[in-house]
């Protein structure tokens, strides 16, 4: 297996609903083309549906702890569009919805990675300064109060 087809295989089972809604796009352009509109609007504004229940699970899961969304906006911009049979537009916002939340999940974990290195890049030594103008090694953790510390190497005189 390719490293291209590793990373998509990663990717769909990460984030299944992107992918579900791409192929629920793909599957619905290929049957327009065929002239199946109404197997399209029912196939979409159902999987649209079925997108925004499972927002709406998370979403009163999310209330019941506490915490605050957006969702509410989404559920309501998905059942209006399928109400009034703009099932393209529902698909849409299911992309953006799922979509954003594979941006925030990425986001997050390449934060993760960012702050760990550069905690991990930390001094672990500092030279203190005395007064007579000498510099010692000591740990970070072993600093006491009043010093004056050089954390970019020793002085340069």
Known sequence: MTRAMRWLWVSVRRYPLVAAALLVGAA???LTATG???LVQ???S???VFVALLQLRDMIRDLMSGSWGIDVLAIVAIGATVA?????AALI???MLSGGEALE???EHRAKRELTSLLSNAPRIAHRLTDGGDADAAATADRERNNRLSMSGPPRW
């Open 36 to 38: 199946q509109h109404t």
């Open 46 to 48: 159902g999987f649209a």
């Open 84 to 88: 009034v049979g703009e099932y393209w």
């Open 105 to 107: 999940d990425y986001a």
């Open 93 to 95: 916002i299911t992309l």
């Open 28 to 30: 619905g352009l290929a």
């Open 42 to 44: 029912w196939g979409v």
